[in-house]
């Protein structure tokens, strides 16, 4: 069942069986505000503090606004400045789709949104379904200029964080890369052992876990390199619940994971970043040679399922 509704002030698509329910804002990038499995009463999704949703303009602060749910980041996830078909074109922070006011169809179970990007000749095309536990996403982004159009695309998937939780990433991660400096993982570049490695202080320190909110921090890293099967998520254990997401591993070969305990704006959250760019900004995907190129007139489709049971 699909019905058009309100949530938090804002326009939403409700998807529902007898399984899960999802909401979707398509007025707010497409953004997915809620995956709620019914037979544990368990949401998901990272919901927004205030009792509305504000709009955001193209080229607003990311940290400014909620920070909630599954944002599409693309053309990038670091604000870039990349030279386009001559011009010098300004990418924005978290890139331009979660500021997107998508048109949208509903047909039979499937939800069909569609917006045309006002950085770059680009169309940007999603579609949602359910099946059974599971939510379904096939991306088409289209490239109908001239040039090559170099991007990142992410999903910047804000998840609840609990304290006896544990994070699955793919088979075979031995090593991650720090992104962002932290006092317990050192300097960007730094490379730690996963899931066990030490703090600079030679304490142990567990990588599947989270430290509890009162900790105050915040990190991010990737898994080191490609990542070998296209399956990561998180285990509930208190709750008995699994969250898995599936996707192409070939289409998206790199993994981030960025935890806020309470070190960013208090929140406690989590968000498991499937990628096609090693890592966040062009510029340093491309000296990594990790920079991927929409060629003219050729598309990038790529489906995810998210699974909650």
């Keep these: 069942m699909i019905t058009e509704t309100t949530f938090k002030g804002c326009k939403s698509i409700q998807l529902e069986n007898d399984y899960v329910r999802v909401i979707v804002l398509p007025t707010i990038g497409g953004k997915i505000a809620s995956f709620f499995l019914k037979d544990k009463n368990f949401e998901l999704m990272f919901q927004n503090k205030e009792e509305i949703y504000r709009k955001a303009k193209l080229y607003d602060d990311f940290a400014e606004f909620d920070a909630s749910g599954f944002d599409d980041a693309f053309p990038s996830i670091d604000s870039s400045k990349v030279e386009y078909a001559g011009k010098t074109i300004e990418y924005p922070d978290h890139g331009e789709i979660w500021t997107a006011d998508f048109n949208y169809t509903i047909d039979n179970e499937q939800i069909n949104m569609t917006y045309n990007s006002k950085v770059l000749p680009y169309t940007y095309s999603k579609s949602i379904s359910l099946d059974g536990n599971s939510l379904n996403i096939e991306f088409n982004i289209l490239n109908k200029g001239k040039d090559a159009i170099p991007c990142i695309w992410a999903m910047h998937c ?7 939780m544990q ?15 932290t006092p317990s993982l050192g300097k960007i570049g730094d490379i730690h052992t996963y899931p066990q490695t030490k703090t600079l202080e030679g304490k142990d320190y567990q990588l599947d876990k989270v430290m509890p909110v009162s900790s105050n921090k915040m990190e991010k890293y990737y898994a080191k390199g490609k990542v070998a099967e296209g399956i990561c998520g998180v285990d509930y254990i208190d709750k008995s619940v699994a969250f898995r997401v599936y996707y192409e591993k070939e289409k998206l070969p790199y993994l981030g994971f960025w935890i806020t305990s309470g070190g960013f704006r208090g929140d406690y959250n989590c968000a498991l970043e499937p990628t096609n760019g090693y890592y966040d900004s062009i510029d340093v995907a491309k000296k990594n040679n990790a920079l991927f190129e929409l060629k003219p007139n050729e598309k990038l489709n790529f489906k995810i399922r998210l699974e909650l049971r």
């Design 158 to 164: 804000l998840v609840n964080c609990e304290d006896d």
């Design 167 to 181: 994070i699955v990433f793919p088979k075979e991660t031995s090593q991650i890369e720090v992104v962002c400096e």
